[in-house]
């Protein structure tokens, strides 16, 4: 996190709040959603490691 905070949660987890100077991962696989829940905007640097030739992200299969 660069600047705000996010709420963020993932499958089978409670939700944690992030702030400014803390980082958080998301494995593979595993559903995720972070939200903007405070009343400034939010900046986040984000990394993806992926296998090449495949999608940065996937749509949830319900």
């Known amino acids: 996190m660069l600047e705000g905070e996010v709420i963020g949660r993932k499958e089978g987890s409670e939700a944690k709040t992030y702030t400014a100077g803390q980082s ?3 494995e593979p696989g595993v559903v995720h959603e972070a939200n903007n829940k405070g009343s ?3 900046k986040t640097f984000n ?3 992926v296998e090449k030739g495949k999608p940065v992200t996937e749509p949830v299969k319900r």
């Open 24 to 26: 958080y991962h998301n």
């Open 40 to 42: 400034v905007p939010a």
């Open 47 to 49: 990394v993806f490691v």
